[in-house]
Every structure is written in C-alpha cells, then in structure tokens.
C-alpha cells in the first residue's frame, strides 16, 4: 500500500472510531433503510439494553414529524421513557395510500412497577416511505392540541383536530382513539351525517393491529354487550390499561352485588374505588362504605384521577360522589366533593342539585350559596 493509501486508510479507521465515540451506531452506517424490519429492528432493538441515541433515532423520522418536533424536544419526549423495554417488534404489512407507502409496526414493550411487577404495552406506530427510506411518522403537535380540546371538554373542536390528525397519519391509533372517545362525550344531537361511528372506529382499530393494547381497551371500553367486553377485558390481562378498562367494563354492570363480584380480585385503583363506593351506597353498607372511603388517602388519591380526566367528565363524577356520601351520612366530604366539582365545572347540574339538598333543611331546596359569584 502506498502512503497515500495508508493515509487515506487511517483516516477512515479514525474517522469511524470518532463516530463511534461521539454516539453514532457503527451498524447503522450500513443500514439497508428501504429494508423495514432491518429498520425496526435497529430503531427500537428488541431484547436490548443499549438504546439507539435520540439524535439516532431523529435521523429515522418523517419530514412532517420533524416539522413537529424538534431534536431537543424529541431527546425529551425520550427520555420520559427511559424505563420502557422493547421486548419484541413486528411488521403488520405495507399498505399503499393515495400514492403513498405506509407500514405499520406492533411494538412490546415492558414496565417494571413499584411492587416488582412486569406490563406489557403492545403499541403501533405508522412508517412511511420517503426516498426509498423507511421514517417515523410521529406527530405530536395533533396529540397535544387534541389533549387540550378535549380536556377542556371541547369535544367538536377534539373531534375535528382528531380528523385532521388522521389525514397525517390515516394509521394512528392515538387519533382514532381521541375521535371514539369525542363522540362518546359528546351530545347526540351533535352527531352529523357523514360522520364516522364508533363501530368504523373499532373495525378501523382493529384493522390497524388486533393485539394493540388501547385498541383492547377502546373495544372493552366502548361493546355495549358486557359478554363481549369482557371477553376483551380478558385479553388484557397483563398489560397496562388492564385496571382503567375493568373500571370501564364495570360501569355496564348496574346491580350493586354483582358489580362487587367483578370488583374480587382486582386492586383497587382509584376509579374502582368510585364504583365500589357507589354499589356499597346504593346497597346501604354504611359500614363498609366509611371503611373504604376513610382508607389511607383515599380522597386525595381519587382526586388525582379525576384531575386527569376532562372537566365534565370529573364534574359529574363529583356530584355523584358527593350524592353518595350525603346519602351515607357524611355531608363535610359530599362538601369537598361539591367544592372540588366546582373547580372543574361550575355549571353541572348534578352539582347544582347537590348544593341545594346540602344547603336546604329537611330537603326543601333553595338557591345554593356555593355557587354565588361562579357563574
């Protein structure tokens, strides 16, 4: 070899150690990206332990992901995930769109709880192809903006910003998920020809990936036929939406007994307290609903739920409680109920009903003094 040659060869050598030493993945270099389960399996590395690099992963994103996010932004949205194991990823398929190639990848991942326990999470996200390269196609901004309508309980405006989301990515979950749960909350009245039931959403759910942990959710959440939703409650088992879906299954369930029965066995969260508190009100165990509700930091603990609901949602929800703890004699916490219901909707009726038969005497109602001033 020349010296030129052994110059030019050394050169490369350090080159190739400097980027490796600076967090560039030396496979990566030689990365066939028209090849997706190459691809798939070098953004997410099932089984192991050394994740790619934020900026590593960056490099596979979409133009329209990169537009909303940026690299800075994305390292932090990352490392909000630092705990999440990748144990498996699979390729759904391609599908060609309106000219475009899309793909679909079911993604394992596994948490480690407090108490040693392991969960799966089986997501799907939507690549494209740009180039002849498979990227990323990930859009925040549309999930933020859909989170706030919808927390702000502007289900429309949720549901319309849900469908612009979808003509991004006709693949997302997340987006068909905030538009089912728009029509859910919304008025029916509000329902407009043309537009998607939440039977499509379902079908379209489970179209995009059967084995999707918030499309087991959304289908055990949203089947009228209890029979049926358990049957998908059921295929949950093991994975992190498990105690939020058992609490929606239960709400298809109105005898106070039975309602309890499904209640054995499962930990008792948050919203499986509200449901328990309600059978055992319903069922006159006075006993055994003071015992429950004064467990230690139950009112705290339920409050956290309902902040992260959306506000008529949590509103209602208080209401119902406060109902409950009247009815069981305790009208200090049917108070804090009432004053917190407030804080996320002054104008439910429930609680307007719940501040009059708290102010009046021997249940003659009269114009609350809660809600002087908050309207």
Same mark, same amino acid.
């Given at each position: 070899m020349t010296r030129k040659g052994r110059r030019s060869f050394a050169g490369m050598i350090l080159g190739l150690v400097m980027a490796v030493s600076?967090?560039?993945? $030396?496979?990566?270099?030689?990365?066939?990206?028209?090849?997706?389960?190459?691809?798939?399996?070098?953004?997410?590395?099932?089984?192991?332990?050394?994740?790619?690099?934020?900026?590593?992963?960056?490099?596979?994103?979409?133009?329209?992901?990169k537009k909303q996010v940026s690299e800075e932004e994305w390292a932090k949205r990352l490392k909000r995930t630092d705990n999440n194991i990748v144990s498996s990823v699979k390729v759904l398929g391609e599908k060609d769109l309106e000219g475009r190639k899309y793909a679909v990848i079911s993604v394992t991942h596994e948490f480690k709880e407090k108490d040693g326990k392991t969960l799966r999470d089986v997501n799907s996200t939507t690549w494209i192809l740009e180039g002849g390269k498979w990227r990323g196609l990930t859009l925040p901004k549309f999930q933020e903006e859909v989170e706030t309508l919808f927390q702000a309980?502007?289900?429309?405006?949720?549901?319309?910003?849900?469908?612009?989301?979808?003509?991004?990515?006709?693949?997302?979950?997340?987006?068909?998920?905030?538009?089912?749960f728009g029509i859910r909350r919304s008025n029916p009245w509000s329902f407009k020809r043309g537009d998607r039931s939440l039977e499509d959403i379902l079908r379209a759910l489970v179209a995009i990936n059967p084995d999707d942990t918030y499309a087991l959710?959304?289908?055990?959440?949203?089947?009228?036929?209890? $029979?049926?939703?358990?049957?998908?409650?059921?295929?949950?088992?093991?994975?992190?939406?498990?105690?939020?879906?058992?609490?929606?299954?239960?709400?298809?369930?109105?005898?106070?007994?039975e309602k309890l029965?499904? $209640?054995?066995?499962?930990?008792?969260?948050?919203?499986?307290?509200?449901?328990?508190?309600?059978?055992?009100?319903?069922?006159?165990?006075?006993?055994?609903?003071t015992a429950l509700a004064?467990?230690?930091?139950? $009112?705290?603990?339920?409050k956290v739920f309902l902040d992260g609901e959306?506000?008529?949602?949590?509103?209602?929800?208080?209401?119902?409680?406060?109902?409950?703890?009247?009815?069981?004699?305790?009208?200090a916490t049917a108070g804090k109920w009432l004053e917190y219901g407030i804080t996320r909707d002054p104008n439910n009726r429930g609680l307007i009903s719940l501040a009059e038969l708290l102010d009046s005497k021997d249940g003659d109602r009269k114009p609350s003094r809660h809600f002087r001033g908050s309207r």
């Open positions: 600076a967090g560039c993945d $030396f496979a990566g270099m030689f990365l066939d990206e028209g090849n997706l389960e190459k691809v798939a399996n070098q953004f997410y590395r099932p089984g192991r332990k050394d994740n790619l690099s934020p900026s590593g992963k960056y490099k596979f994103l979409a133009e329209l992901s309980g502007d289900y429309a405006a949720a549901k319309s910003k849900a469908e612009e989301w979808l003509a991004a990515d006709p693949f997302s979950v997340g987006a068909y998920v905030k538009l089912g959710f959304c289908a055990a959440t949203w089947s009228e036929n209890l $029979f049926i939703a358990k049957t998908y409650l059921k295929k949950l088992e093991g994975m992190k939406r498990y105690s939020n879906a058992a609490y929606n299954v239960s709400l298809k369930i109105d005898g106070p007994e029965k499904f $209640f054995d066995g499962l930990e008792t969260t948050p919203g499986i307290a509200i449901q328990k508190l309600f059978a055992l009100s319903r069922l006159k165990r006075k006993d055994d609903f004064n467990a230690d930091g139950a $009112f705290e603990k339920i959306d506000t008529g949602f949590a509103a209602s929800l208080s209401a119902e409680l406060g109902g409950a703890f009247r009815d069981s004699g305790d009208d």
